[in-house]
């Protein structure tokens, strides 16, 4: 008896909040995998373009990682709870900023498209808009608490999911980010909704309904003054759009070929030498494929497997259904931003100019996607258990 009090009081004196250092690593991991093949990708186009500095594009995003990293940590100290009184303000805050970028002579307008905000210091208010959904979808979900499973009320949170989804494509003109966040706000509420069947049809429906578009424009359309109806045909038909989209696509697709499955060595790209247009944005995945090959790609993919595994372990086992939530929305976020890279780069689907995830340039970017970290990462500082505890969990 005496020995099992004795162990029973040492698991309580071990008990003690879980903090994902796992999370953490993978997450700094993949920013130095992403800094060196920024080097490696942008160092030719830096150096033509800023005056023989080939380190531009490195060193401003390696001080803004450094940062990024920073943030995250200091989110991850505080309670994820403080979150809840501020994120229907922040939620209405990211459309007002949109809108901005449209109506005031603050939006700022890059690569061809108007979706930066100039206030003291340049931004993309859409990257707000993501973590104002993944916050703020959870409070209205455990609000209406047993009433999720009513049509209207599935249908009042996917007004607004949308909102702030049309507000990324109407006011910012960017389609890739809407599409997103509506992804992120959709499987919210199939989580939280007891039926799934309503979900499958709804997939299945839009997907027949896009192919068939889709097949219709491919076969009776040739050209177009409409940009995204360009995207599609260039898509479709790459050889014949050349000017329109197609040359990207095709020399992405030469250089992911060319790799082979040990690459030709980091630095040794060809295609980054001014043939892929601003290869450090979202075809960054194309330089990978060519200069580590197969090997190097699958190697990524498995850090952002493992790095998904640890959001979806930290869901699984959070202390309460709206940190659950959150880190669930963080977990579709990223996931839907590798996938739809990855399609494009592939060519499976239009270019729509979504970045690779801790690997793209992009200084917005990393440091909203390092404040999600954060945010998972305080949710999992609030998981109460025992090391061995854990140890079960994750084998489990």
Same mark, same amino acid.
């Given at each position: 008896m005496e020995q099992k009090e004795k162990k029973r009081r040492k698991k309580k004196s071990n008990r003690g909040a879980y903090y994902d250092y796992n999370l953490l690593? @993978?997450?700094?991991? &993949? =920013?130095? *995998?992403? &800094? =060196?093949? &920024?080097?490696?990708?942008?160092? !030719?186009?830096?150096?033509?373009?800023?005056?023989? $500095? $080939?380190? !531009? !594009?490195?060193?401003?995003?390696? &001080? @803004?990682?450094?940062?990024?990293?920073?943030?995250?940590? *200091?989110i991850s100290k505080w309670d994820y709870h403080l979150m809840i009184p501020f994120a229907g303000t922040l939620y209405l805050i990211s459309v007002v900023l949109m809108a901005m970028v449209r109506f005031t002579p603050f939006g700022v307008e890059a690569y061809g498209s108007r979706r930066w905000l100039k206030l003291g210091i340049q931004f993309q208010p859409a990257e707000i808009a993501k973590i104002a959904i993944i916050i703020y979808m959870p409070i209205l979900v455990i609000k209406m608490g047993k009433q999720v499973k009513q049509l209207r009320a599935v249908i009042w949170l996917l007004i607004f999911g949308m909102i702030q989804a049309g507000a990324a494509f109407v006011f910012t003109d960017n389609l890739s980010t809407g599409m997103i966040i509506g992804g992120i706000a959709v499987v919210m509420i199939f989580i939280a909704h007891p039926k799934t069947k309503p979900f499958v049809v709804l997939a299945l429906g839009t997907s027949v309904v896009a192919g068939s578009v889709i097949a219709y424009m491919g076969m009776t359309m040739t050209t177009s003054d409409n940009f995204r109806i360009r995207r599609i045909l260039s898509w479709l038909h790459p050889e014949a759009n050349m000017s329109s989209g197609g040359y990207q696509v095709l020399q992405g697709l030469y250089a992911i070929g060319s790799g082979g499955f040990f690459g030709k060595g980091l630095g040794n790209s060809a295609q980054k030498l001014g043939t892929i247009p601003e290869a450090q944005n979202d075809m960054i995945f194309s330089i990978v494929c060519e200069e580590l090959g197969v090997f190097g790609a699958a190697l990524l993919l498995l850090m952002f497997g493992y790095l998904l595994y640890r959001l979806f372990f930290i869901a699984q086992n959070a202390p309460d259904l709206y940190g659950t939530l959150v880190v669930t929305g963080i977990f579709v976020h990223i996931a839907l931003q590798v996938i739809l890279n990855l399609c494009v780069v592939l060519n499976l689907m239009p270019t729509t100019g979504i970045t690779l995830p801790f690997v793209s340039y992009g200084g917005t970017s990393i440091l909203f996607l390092m404040a999600e970290m954060g945010i998972a990462l305080s949710v999992s500082g609030r998981i109460q258990t025992t090391g061995e505890d854990i140890t079960e969990a994750e084998t489990a």
């Open positions: 690593a @993978i997450v700094i991991l &993949l =920013i130095c *995998f992403g &800094l =060196i093949m &920024l080097y490696s990708t942008s160092a !030719y186009e830096a150096q033509m373009k800023f005056h023989g $500095d $080939d380190m !531009y !594009y490195f060193r401003r995003q390696a &001080l @803004i990682s450094v940062g990024a990293i920073a943030v995250a940590i *200091f």
